[in-house]
């Protein structure tokens, strides 16, 4: 049978500021799931509601196919639904990637972050008897903040045995980028990996451009292993509107990498844009799930959990908090400590954002205004 899993995550409120959204905005949203997964209404076969930052994710199993215009719909009511429960709590941002007013059939590009992949669910299958999958979201930081650990995973045996021990994996992968300041449509490249792996690294340099939109097997071309939601909030709103936040989906085990070759470079606490007011540059901290924002600086933070899926489709009773063990608080320590060191040299040089990303903040008519007093010496 053939499942698509869809993770469709949007900030609508939270409490004091960019915290986390109430328990009261995640019971209705659950509510709506439960009702979704009933035998009576058989939308979706199986469905999880969560927290990552100020950010409300929809982890949902069906068979409608990607882009499926009722699974969207029934996302965007219960960011609605929630939204509504924000306002009447005085929630801050309340709606705030709710960006158009109506959207028709499919919701990317209208505020919430969208990954999406179909395949063929077969316990009898030669080379995916059992389904195996992350689900990574991530707050308070740009789209491209998954190009440094897919690029590590995909290619480069340095963190990923796999590459050289799996010969189905070193037939390599197929990579899709996407040009992020392509406005009215979409504008992507394919390139093979290991071949061109330099010209994949060219591209993922800048990743307030280029992002990692998809990954496929290239043993089998027609499987999908990754799906991200590399979407700019302020190409759609044509303001700032708060970061990017992706969420991403990576199938694991078998013909593709395994969960621990994945997670594996989170280790280093990249730096990625966003922070505070979206306009600095920080380590994000892998953190366990349903983590609120409460540190200094806004930290950008990204959560990770492991699933299993049935011949059915439904997930296993349990999934598995990857970043939420002891062997990630060490690493949590050092992301703090490179945050604290980083942000000594407050708004000087790299620490901020590049002035792209300036380019849609307030600093911009400072700037302007600054121009005019400039003059010419002789």
């Known amino acids: 049978m053939r499942v698509t899993l869809s993770v469709i995550k949007a900030d609508v409120g939270s409490i004091g500021g960019h915290t986390r959204p109430s328990e009261r ?5 659950r509510e709506e799931m439960k009702a979704a997964c009933s035998k009576s209404k058989g939308l979706l076969i199986d469905g999880l509601i969560t927290f990552t930052g100020d950010d409300i994710a929809l982890i949902m199993s069906h068979m409608h196919g990607v882009g499926a215009p009722v699974v969207h719909r029934f996302a965007w009511e219960c960011f609605l639904t929630a939204t509504e429960v924000a306002r009447k709590q005085g929630l801050y941002g309340a709606g705030q990637d709710l960006l158009v007013d109506a959207p028709s059939g499919n919701i990317r590009g209208a505020g919430p972050a969208v990954a999406e992949i179909e395949f063929e669910r077969d316990p009898q299958s030669k080379d995916r008897p059992a389904e195996a999958f992350l689900v990574f979201a991530a707050d308070k930081c740009s789209p491209g903040a998954y190009n440094y650990p897919l690029y590590a995973a995909f290619c480069d045996p340095m963190h990923n045995g796999g590459l050289l021990l799996n010969p189905k994996m070193h037939r390599g992968f197929t990579f899709t980028i ?17 071949e061109r792996i330099w010209d994949v690294a060219t ?21 999908q292993i990754v799906a991200v939601s590399a979407t700019r909030l302020h190409n759609i709103a044509g303001r700032y509107t708060g970061k990017d936040d992706p969420v991403a989906i ?19 606490g990249h730096f990625v844009a966003g922070d505070a007011r979206g306009s600095h540059v920080m380590p994000i901290m892998p953190v366990p799930i349903n983590t ?3 540190g200094p600086f806004c930290l950008p933070i990204v959560s990770c959990l492991a699933f299993s899926m049935d011949a059915e489709g439904r997930f296993a009773e349990e999934c598995v908090d990857m970043f939420g063990g002891p062997v990630w608080d060490q690493t949590r320590l050092k992301v703090q400590a490179k945050a604290d060191e980083w942000r000594r040299q407050g708004f000087i040089g790299p620490t901020m954002a590049s002035h792209t990303e300036l380019a849609y903040t307030g600093i911009v008519e400072t700037l302007e205004a600054l121009e005019r007093e400039f003059i010419t010496r002789e």
């Open 25 to 29: 905005m995640l019971h209705v949203i």
């Open 178 to 194: 996407i040009d992020m300041d392509a406005k009215d449509k979409d504008r992507i490249i394919r390139l093979d990996v290991p």
């Open 203 to 223: 591209l993922l340099q800048n990743p307030d451009r280029f992002a990692v939109e998809a990954i496929h097997s290239r043993y089998k071309p027609d499987e």
């Open 250 to 268: 990576v199938r694991t085990q078998g013909i593709f990498p395994a969960p621990e070759e994945i997670v594996e470079p989170f280790l280093l």
């Open 292 to 294: 609120p924002v409460t």
